[in-house]
């Protein structure tokens, strides 16, 4: 959160029992950062309360009567659609949760550190939405006083569209558990076949999902690609050596060492030494 600047956060707790309902509200209040709008009994009044109040984030059951969580997601016009904060008794739905870009998911009884921990998540990403706003109003006026076309500035704004859309955690799927990630965790990623393969130490998660879904998430400043099938985290990166035949290698912090191409040399240049 940027010095000097305090966020709150207004929202919506829905969920189909009454003393689950009111006893999250009651602890997101006590925490004094999280103003709550409205208790909905179930979809068809979150999506009212929702249109209505435009809130900051939804803390949200998944299964109710009706609508359900992900089917009221649905229906949310992408201009009104909050932070989603997923609070259910099942961890069956982590996955599907993670795909609708959630911020958190929490798992019946909440405990409370996880509650804070998803609460300052979405005080974090609110600060970051902001901030982007801002961006975007000043390259507004740079555009404008510099005469320059929006042409000239469309991979300024494709990146900020890429941060708005930047996750911190991955959810990898598991047989009947799910395992989350933190990105940072992340050394390096490599595509086999259909699969992405995320290697976090000395373990190696194995996700369902294509190279370009996965790059779109991950901060293009901190992960690279260094092969057409290969991601590494440039701050684990720990040598890079060139070869005779003009190939490079990277040695990772841990000792791993990965082929670069020459065709992605560009891409971590300032790992060289000026020539």
Not at 69 to 96: E, H, K, R, S, W
Not at 258 to 270: A, E, G, T
């Amino acid at each position: 959160m940027p010095q000097g600047e305090t966020f709150s956060l207004t929202a919506l707790v829905v969920d189909d029992e009454k003393l689950a309902r009111e006893g999250l509200a009651l602890r997101l209040e006590a925490l004094g950062s999280v103003d709550i709008l409205e208790q909905c009994e179930n979809g068809r009044a979150a999506l009212r309360a929702i249109t209505a109040y435009e809130p900051d984030v939804v803390f949200l059951d998944i299964q109710m009567p009706g609508i359900s969580g992900f089917d009221l997601i649905g229906q949310i016009q992408g201009d009104a659609m909050p932070m989603l904060v997923f609070v259910t008794a099942f961890d069956a739905f982590a996955i599907d949760a993670f795909q609708f870009h959630a911020v958190d998911y929490l798992l019946k009884p909440v405990e409370q550190d996880r509650l804070q921990a998803a609460v300052d998540r979405c005080l974090e990403r609110k600060a970051g939405r902001t901030a982007s706003a801002d961006k975007h109003k000043l390259l507004e006026m740079v555009v404008s006083l510099s005469g320059k076309s929006e042409d000239a500035i469309r991979d300024v704004l494709l990146t900020d569209h890429m941060l708005e859309h930047r996750i911190d955690r991955l959810a990898i799927k598991d047989g009947s558990s799910t395992s989350f990630v933190s990105i940072r965790d992340i050394d390096w990623i490599d595509a086999a076949g259909d699969y992405m393969c995320v290697h976090v130490g000395n373990q190696t998660h194995i996700m369902r999902t294509t190279m370009k879904e996965l790059e779109s998430k991950l901060d293009a400043s901190v992960f690279q690609r260094v092969h057409r099938s290969t991601i590494v985290n440039l701050e684990r990166v720990d040598k890079v050596s060139s070869h005779m035949n003009g190939e490079y290698y990277l040695t990772l912090i841990g000792g791993s060492t990965l082929k670069m191409s020459r065709s992605y040399k560009n891409k971590i240049k300032h790992f060289f030494p000026e020539s």
